[in-house]
């Protein structure tokens, strides 16, 4: 779907891959704290921003305490939508 790997939880995504970015579904109450975070930019890849979901850089994620924190957030998210059969 966004030319990279996605992750999905009960059939909603909760991060991906694409490039060297980390993808990361926020969902849009988190959105805009996430936008304040460093090495994290709004979501373009067509060219219009995608509200609730972010591209979060390597340096962002280049240590295992990084990682988690997206992964989690992602996470927390997809959990929090209900499952798609």
Do not use: I
């Not at 970015?21 to 109450?29: K, S, T």
């Amino acid at each position: 779907m966004f030319g990279g790997l996605a992750f999905m939880l009960d059939g909603n995504m909760a991060c991906g891959v694409v490039g060297a970015d980390l993808m990361v579904r926020v969902g849009p109450d988190a959105y805009d704290e996430a936008l304040s975070r460093p090495n994290v930019r709004l979501m373009d890849f067509t060219h219009r921003p995608a509200r609730g979901m972010v591209y979060v850089e390597s340096a962002g994620v280049s240590d295992q305490a990084g990682l988690a924190d997206w992964v989690g957030r992602g996470t927390r998210f997809a959990r929090s939508l209900p499952p798609k059969s």
